[in-house]
């Protein structure tokens, strides 16, 4: 294994090089360029610049069905742009890895910024019920890591996968090292090979059918089981555990680097495959008398939290792109007065 | 089966009779894309058709090919990444023309800059059929639709400018003129290089019935009446069918 110093975004196009990346469709968008940047120098790789998100997401659509591993990058912008194919390839069942290095929004907000606005988007951003699994990683040796986790839960599960990043840990140089993991082989078989249909229409035995209520249903269920198992293989979290404290502090992402300098005070727990969020969650909640939700954003994970324990989640927001340790002392403080 | 017929073995049978209404150009579009096929022995596997939204969408699916069906506006650069990804296949598109020049234009604009080898066949009815009848980016000015009452106020995008202004292979025709239309499907599919057909056709229940035309044949002479074939220029003025290469 070699010891490499690596930038954030560098290190997720070399992983992607190594789990297999053929085929990679992006736009020029601060704060990830520097993914399409990396890899236009790889000769195993196809890249090319689209025209925009739309057109970059279904390209690699047509290039994961034509049985390439497919990837695209981009930022809250062109993530927005990108919603409806997602839902799209959900629903054709396409393996995909997308990854969305997070700036300020809404809007072109700031663009070299770190914030963490587009969590809802992940999950609810396209129309319809879909299932996506989501990886957070925090530092540039986790980016490494869960590309590869990206591109096999994205084979595994015949879905779109998202790898979430934002500016901070994007543009963050550490040494890293140069790990090989596993490499799930692809399971669908290329177009050109059958007469297969591919639709966004509701499909039985891949032939649309859009009067049948029954079928539609039977076709959310199983995607909805399919995502479910899946992320079952990836339970990753951190958790932080401190028995001085009843409190518990959930926080991910460039802020949770920033919250670890608190743990002589408190528990933290940092989930890592945000979505489907880990059940093990309600455990370890239990074990803590309060739960505070510390995020770059105005409460998006903490409504996901709140409505997984049935119980009352406070709520610390950082906003604006600036991660200062005395404005989550002061708003802790603040918080906990009322504790 | 007689030799005439063989086309149907590109088309999944039990799915016929297709759903489009009865006057619908899309039929015949559809026979002239299998014959074009036939004639030019395209295997079965490696072959590969792509549509879009709308009643045109609906095409792809009625292929015993392995075929696409995206979302609205991007048959385009989903057909560029398959080709891209496997250069062996011979890539197709059938489409409307809200979803090729309304919705998707800006990727027509540059998978011709790009030109990516793929052909593209666009039935283009001007009409926006499968939503009721709405001004589509084709529709002539002063031509009455669903949202243009009192006439059409805006000039028809020129997709021959647009896909020639790239060198790429344009080509018009009708669906009144069947042998036109299907050499135009086949020198499009040998074109090395982005190749587009635009087929005018005609769409009686959402579009015609409004414009005074009483059944689907008066369309079809409509199209024999105004258009003349032209072989020799390299530019086709508004009323003239050809192949610009």
């Known amino acids: 294994m070699t010891k490499r110093l690596l930038q954030g975004n560098q290190a997720i196009a070399l992983a992607a090089v190594k789990a297999g990346l053929n085929f990679f469709a992006g736009y020029p968008i601060t704060p990830a360029s520097e993914i399409l940047h990396e890899l236009v120098t790889k000769k195993t790789v196809k890249v090319l610049q689209m025209e925009d998100e739309i057109a970059s997401v279904n390209t690699i659509i047509g290039a994961s069905l034509a049985g390439a591993k497919s990837m695209t990058a981009t930022s809250g912008p062109g993530f927005s742009l990108m919603q409806e194919s997602i839902g799209h390839a959900h629903m054709m069942e396409i393996p995909l890895v997308i990854v969305n290095v997070q700036r300020v929004g809404p809007s072109t907000g700031m663009p070299t910024f770190p914030a963490q606005g587009d969590i809802m988007q992940c999950k609810y951003g396209s129309h319809g019920d879909y299932f996506p699994i989501v990886f957070y990683p925090n530092s540039v040796a986790e980016l490494y890591e869960f590309t590869f986790n990206a591109f096999n839960a994205a084979e595994e599960s015949l879905s779109p996968v998202i790898l979430l990043s934002d500016s901070y840990v994007g543009h963050l140089y550490e040494?890293?090292?140069?790990?090989?993991?596993?490499?799930?082989?692809?399971?669908?078989?290329?177009?050109?090979?059958?007469?297969?249909?591919?639709?966004?229409?509701?499909?039985?035995?891949?032939?649309?059918?859009?009067?049948?209520?029954?079928?539609?249903?039977?076709?959310?269920?199983?995607?909805?089981?399919?995502?479910?198992?899946?992320?079952?293989?990836?339970?990753?979290?951190?958790?932080?555990?401190?028995?001085?404290?009843?409190?518990?502090?959930?926080?991910?992402?460039?802020?949770?680097?920033?919250?670890?300098?608190?743990?002589?005070?408190?528990?933290?727990?940092?989930?890592?495959?945000?979505?489907?969020?880990?059940?093990?969650?309600?455990?370890?909640?239990?074990?803590?008398?309060?739960?505070?939700?510390?995020?770059?954003?105005?409460?998006?994970?903490?409504?996901?939290?709140?409505?997984?324990?049935?119980?009352?989640?406070?709520?610390?927001?950082?906003?604006?792109?600036?991660?200062?340790?005395?404005?989550?002392?002061?708003?802790?403080?603040?918080?906990?007065?009322k504790i | 089966?007689?030799?005439?017929?063989?086309?149907?073995?590109?088309?999944?049978?039990?799915?016929?009779?297709?759903?489009?209404?009865?006057?619908?150009?899309?039929?015949?579009?559809?026979?002239?894309?299998?014959?074009?096929?036939?004639?030019?022995?395209?295997?079965?596997?490696?072959?590969?058709?792509?549509?879009?939204?709308?009643?045109?969408?609906?095409?792809?699916?009625?292929?015993?090919?392995?075929?696409?069906?995206?979302?609205?506006?991007?048959?385009?650069?989903?057909?560029?990444?398959?080709?891209?990804?496997?250069?062996?296949?011979?890539?197709?598109?059938?489409?409307?023309?809200?979803?090729?020049?309304?919705?998707?234009?800006?990727?027509?604009?540059?998978?011709?800059?790009?030109?990516?080898?793929?052909?593209?066949?666009?039935?283009?009815?001007?009409?926006?059929g499968m939503t009721g009848g709405q001004c589509s980016p084709t529709t002539e000015i002063s031509s009455k639709t669903l949202t243009t009452p009192r006439g059409n106020a805006d000039t028809p995008v020129n997709v021959q400018a647009i896909v020639t202004a790239h060198n790429c292979f344009y080509a018009r025709s009708t669906t009144f003129h069947f042998n036109h239309a299907m050499k135009c499907i086949f020198e499009a599919l040998q074109h090395k290089g982005f190749s587009f057909v635009e087929i005018k056709s005609q769409c009686i229940t959402n579009d015609g019935r409004r414009r005074g035309f009483k059944n689907s044949y008066e369309m079809l002479m409509s199209y024999k009446d105004n258009y003349k074939i032209n072989n020799s220029s390299n530019k086709l003025e508004h009323n003239e069918i050809g192949i610009i290469k």
């Open chain 2, 1 to 128: 089966m007689t030799k005439e017929l063989t086309y149907l073995n590109y088309l999944k049978q039990e799915r016929l009779p297709h759903q489009w209404c009865p006057g619908c150009g899309n039929g015949i579009i559809l026979k002239l894309s299998c014959l074009a096929m036939e004639k030019l022995n395209f295997p079965k596997k490696g072959t590969v058709m792509v549509s879009g939204i709308g009643c045109s969408g609906r095409s792809a699916g009625f292929f015993d090919l392995d075929s696409v069906h995206t979302a609205h506006g991007r048959a385009l650069p989903v057909a560029e990444g398959i080709k891209l990804a496997n250069e062996e296949l011979n890539v197709m598109i059938i489409s409307g023309d809200g979803d090729l020049f309304g919705i998707g234009g800006n990727h027509l604009l540059h998978a011709s800059r790009r030109n990516t080898d793929i052909t593209v066949i666009c039935i283009s009815n001007a009409i926006y």
């Open chain 1, 175 to 337: 040494t890293i090292e140069e790990a090989d993991y596993p490499i799930s082989k692809r399971t669908l078989a290329p177009l050109g090979t059958s007469n297969r249909h591919f639709t966004g229409l509701t499909h039985e035995d891949s032939m649309p059918v859009t009067s049948d209520p029954e079928v539609h249903k039977k076709l959310i269920k199983h995607l909805e089981t399919k995502q479910k198992k899946v992320s079952r293989k990836y339970n990753d979290y951190e958790y932080i555990e401190n028995k001085s404290s009843d409190i518990l502090l959930i926080t991910y992402g460039a802020l949770s680097r920033a919250v670890y300098g608190l743990k002589e005070d408190f528990a933290i727990y940092r989930p890592v495959r945000i979505f489907p969020i880990v059940d093990k969650l309600k455990d370890i909640a239990k074990k803590h008398k309060e739960i505070i939700v510390m995020e770059m954003n105005t409460g998006q994970y903490a409504n996901e939290v709140e409505r997984l324990l049935h119980r009352e989640v406070k709520h610390v927001s950082i906003m604006g792109g600036k991660i200062d340790l005395n404005e989550i002392w002061t708003k802790l403080r603040r918080i906990k007065k």
